[in-house]
């Protein structure tokens, strides 16, 4: 395929000249006037001839379409002096490859052809680039002034979006916002070279994301750009949680088994983890337990409603008691700690189980005992063989004469000395045999 040249020297009779030689070598010469070089900055040209005054006039002109090219675009400058004068004035920025007067017909198509084998040899690397990036694993996107110029298939197919969707929007835009600010820190830095990877969530067509981005800064058709690689982490972050979650599973069953209080984990209204104080308290193993609904457990009775509709306060804890029913049917006393924690953005429970069933059934023993001492109130023993009366009020096993107990106890009463009749005829039988006989008279 024959390659266009352009043709901008100021000598018309060597301008022809060199066209007609070009021809000759089927390539396609295009004469450019020094006047008309600002409006062919658009056409494609494979090589630019020029000499020293177009060279002079045309100075930011000739850098514009050097920089807007993606490839390898060659000057050759035709100078009439020494080649060591023009290594001054940074224009090897702007030459590639110069040849002085009078030319040679064999070196001048030997430069142009090492020139343009050296633009084509561009061209397949670029074209090689651009495959990689088409069919790249990762996401690849080209910012320019914040704004996506171009995508790859992947990131379209991460994203969700369809190209037009994409291009000249702002990628922070698709990023959540807590990661923006570092996304601007990060990525889209104005220093040189490559940026800090950062983690953060894309928000897609659909959902969201997890995403590693990297950038580092290009040029992009002449301007500054950031190119973005943009790769999928959402298995591996999925990965790590479920890694971090075992772990942290783990951690709790520790906790839990060392545990001398009962302790179960609730989450989704579902036992989650159970300790062996825990059976060991209810008579249940944890395999009977474990993935089921607190209404499917008979543990709780009453309480499993109660459980389920508990509203926490704002420190996410509350205390109460109640009452459980064992494996054997047995009614426990139950102090409950009900905690609210989150585990990796999921809410769960933890509830502690403190058994205080003995402490209950002692008061309710002591006040059985007080009632039955209140109902023998006022009652006092006496020896049913001395008639001694036991003295209540000594802390000593003492038992003592019915008149020194009236007498200390009960205040109120005075004793008075007499003889009842029987005790007469037995101790004063003469006198009760003649006041006998007075009273037959």
């Known amino acids: 395929m ?112 090492i020139l343009l084998r050296a633009r084509k040899f561009s061209e397949e690397m670029r074209e090689r680039y651009f495959t990689l990036v088409e069919q790249s694993p990762v996401g690849i996107a080209i910012i320019k002034d914040r704004r996506i110029v171009y995508t790859n298939p992947r990131l379209l197919e991460i994203s969700g979006y369809q190209e037009n969707k994409l291009i000249d929007k702002q990628l922070a835009d698709l990023i959540d916002t807590e990661y923006r600010e570092k996304y601007y820190k990060t990525v889209l830095s104005n220093e040189e070279g490559s940026r800090e990877n950062i983690e953060c969530k894309l928000s897609t067509n659909s959902d969201s994301q997890w995403v590693e981005l990297s950038a580092q800064r290009i040029k992009y058709k002449g301007d500054k750009a950031s190119l973005v690689i943009i790769s999928d982490i959402t298995k591996q972050k999925i990965k790590k949680q479920n890694e971090y979650l075992k772990h942290k599973e783990q951690e709790y069953e520790k906790i839990f088994n060392a545990s001398e209080d009962a302790m179960i984990m609730i989450k989704d209204s579902k036992l989650y983890l159970v300790n062996q104080a825990f059976t060991n308290l209810t008579g249940y193993n944890k395999k009977s337990l474990l993935g089921k609904s607190i209404d499917q457990i008979p543990i709780f009775g ?19 008691e109640s009452k459980i029913k064992t494996y054997g049917a047995s009614i426990r006393y139950i102090k409950f700690h009900l905690i609210k924690i989150n585990i990796d953005w999921e809410t769960a429970y933890i509830l502690i189980l403190r058994d205080f069933t003995e402490q209950v059934e002692l008061i309710q023993k002591l006040e059985r005992i007080k009632e039955t001492e209140e109902d023998t109130e006022g009652m006092v023993k006496i020896c049913s063989n001395c008639k001694r009366v036991k003295d209540e009020q000594n802390d000593e096993e003492k038992w003592i004469e019915p008149e020194k107990y009236v007498t200390e106890y009960l205040a109120d009463i005075k004793f008075s000395h007499g003889v009842c009749p029987e005790c007469t005829k037995e101790l004063y039988p003469d006198y009760n045999k003649k006041r006998a006989e007075n009273k037959e008279e």
């Open 2 to 113: 024959s390659k266009n040249i352009a043709i901008s020297i100021s000598n018309k009779r060597d301008q022809n000249l060199l066209k007609d030689i070009l021809k000759k070598w089927n390539y396609k010469p295009n004469i450019i006037e020094f006047s008309d070089f600002a409006t062919n900055l658009e056409k494609k040209y494979d090589l630019y001839i020029i000499d020293k005054k177009a060279l002079a006039r045309n100075r930011k002109e000739i850098k514009i379409i050097k920089t807007g090219s993606d490839t390898f675009l060659p000057f050759l400058l035709l100078t009439a002096g020494s080649e060591t004068n023009y290594h001054k004035n940074n224009i090897w920025k702007l030459i590639d490859e110069f040849i002085s007067t009078p030319i040679k017909k064999e070196i001048l198509n030997a430069r142009i052809r």
């Open 302 to 320: 009453e309480l499993e409603q109660n459980l389920m509709d508990i509203q926490l306060d704002d420190e996410n804890e509350i205390e109460f």
